[in-house]
């Protein structure tokens, strides 16, 4: 087993996509408009959107078009464009030349990683992530990441965000799932909002050159919209791997993940599951354990041969934490909740747990299951449970 560093991890933040026929297709651009430009599908989608961003809408930030208006040679005019996924077919190359000049491509609508790569022409959906020591100095070493197949191919999700750093260099990839509004259909401002949330902080005001989203190490992002797009939960995660040990059947892993959640509301509760999708792999540690009045919160996972993962984090407002182990099925489940005395909110807190397994073969990998629960009302006493979300998070070494 070749070894390259004692103690590594491999930070699962970033996500590529690899557009292997158009590497080379055309040369960044230097004068993009400072916005996004949004195509909308119908007459009324204007509407819908300013109706309901009123707070968030600039004029000075998006440009709105319909299908019919917009023309192909402008995509890559903006710093960014959003375009229903119907229209990734017809633009197609259009996409791919004001992907590689540096413009940030949105996708949306409800459509599969597997469409996805049919449409674009894409070879491979992940990363190849750049490997760290503990310590935080990058290697020369890198591994390559990706989601599972059955989640490529069966995963609906509603919004891709694409984009291509300077000189071809790592690319990075926001998801986006959302849940139907009280209409029973995804509205178009949900669309609009899951892409502004994720935009607005590349759109520099008074710079008519190249855009900063191409070149700014943004995280790799995973973020689920419901109760009208009025609450998310975010998460992002970091896989590590033990390089000391020496056991000639299994490699040793721990991931951490963190998850979030926002609300106009009141978010009340976290929940996640780490859970282990292969039968030869085995589920060896976890934590945090459970916890009332959590407002420091230590972690301590055992990597095997006296390799740990440590961290530590605060919590405010005390929450409870509840911890539910299982070891013969290989998967752990957290639960957060406020406290019951003088219970103060969730929002914005984010709940860092890890587990860690050992793994045979070549492929590592673990599921990462989780959801948010919204209170609203008068005294927020009557919650709204997000549906369940899963991220097949695959490792090939």
């Given at each position: 087993?070749k ?9 699962a ?5 690899v557009?292997l ?11 993009r408009?400072?916005?996004?430009l ?8 204007p509407?819908?959107i ?5 707070d968030?809408?600039d004029p ?12 192909k040679?402008e995509l890559?005019?903006y710093?960014?464009v959003?375009?229903?996924?119907e229209q990734?077919?017809?633009?197609a190359?259009a996409?791919?030349?004001a ?6 491509i949105?996708?949306y ?15 491979k959906f ?5 490997i ?5 100095k990058?290697t020369?070493?890198?591994?390559f990441q990706?989601?599972?197949e059955?989640?490529e191919?069966n ?5 891709v965000g694409l984009?291509?750093?300077g000189?071809?260099t790592?690319?990075q ?6 849940e139907a509004?009280?209409q029973n259909i ?5 669309y609009?909002?899951?892409?502004f949330d ?6 520099q ?21 419901y ?12 896989l590590?791997r033990?390089y000391?040990?020496?056991d ?6 721990a991931?951490?993940?963190n998850?979030?959640?926002y609300?106009t509301?009141?978010i ?5 599951k780490?859970d282990l999708?292969?039968a030869s ?13 959590a407002s420091s ?8 041969g006296g390799v740990?993962l440590?961290?530590?984090y605060?919590?405010?407002g005390?929450?409870?934490?509840n ?5 013969t099925?290989d ?9 019951i005395?003088f ?7 984010v709940?860092k ?15 990462i299951?989780y959801?948010s629960i919204?209170n609203?009302g ?8 997000e549906?369940w979300?899963t ?7």
């Open positions: 087993m070894k390259y560093r004692n103690y590594i991890y491999f930070a933040l970033l996500l590529s996509v557009l026929p158009f590497q080379n297709c055309v040369s960044a651009s230097s004068e408009l400072p916005k996004l949004y195509i909308y599908q119908t007459g009324n989608d509407q819908n300013q109706m309901n961003e009123l968030s809408f000075n930030k998006v440009a709105l078009k319909s299908v019919q208006d917009y023309s040679n890559g005019n710093a960014a959003a375009l229903p996924f990734a077919a017809i633009q190359k996409l791919i030349k992907f590689n000049s540096g413009t940030r949105y996708l609508g409800e459509f599969t990683i597997a469409n996805l790569k049919n449409v674009l022409g894409i070879d992940g990363a190849d992530v750049q760290y020591e503990a310590d935080g990058a020369d070493q890198t591994a990706y989601l599972g059955d989640q191919q995963d609906v999700i509603n919004v984009s291509r750093g000189n071809f790592l690319d990839i926001y998801l986006a799932y959302i509004s009280d995804i509205e178009q401002y949900q609009f909002r899951s892409i994720d935009v607005k902080p590349f759109l005001e008074n710079n008519n050159s190249v855009m900063s989203i191409v070149t700014v190490k943004s995280q790799f992002n995973i973020v689920s919209y109760f009208n797009s009025n609450s998310s939960t975010h998460l992002d995660y970091t590590y033990n000391d040990e020496q000639p059947t299994y490699d040793y892993f991931i951490k993940s998850v979030w959640a609300s509301d009141e009340s509760g976290v929940d996640v780490h999708p292969y792999d085995n589920m060896l540690d976890h934590g945090p354990g459970s916890q009332t009045y919160v230590g972690v301590s996972v055992d990597m095997s740990s440590n961290f530590s605060n919590l405010d005390g929450p409870t934490i911890c539910s182990p299982d070891y099925n998967i752990i489940s957290w639960t957060l909740r406020e406290r005395i219970p103060e909110e969730l929002d914005n807190e709940f747990t890890s587990s860690s397994w050992a793994s045979s073969g070549t492929y590592a990998g673990t599921n299951i959801r919204t609203y008068p005294s927020h006493q009557y919650p709204v449970f549906s979300r991220v097949q998070v695959r490792y090939d070494y």
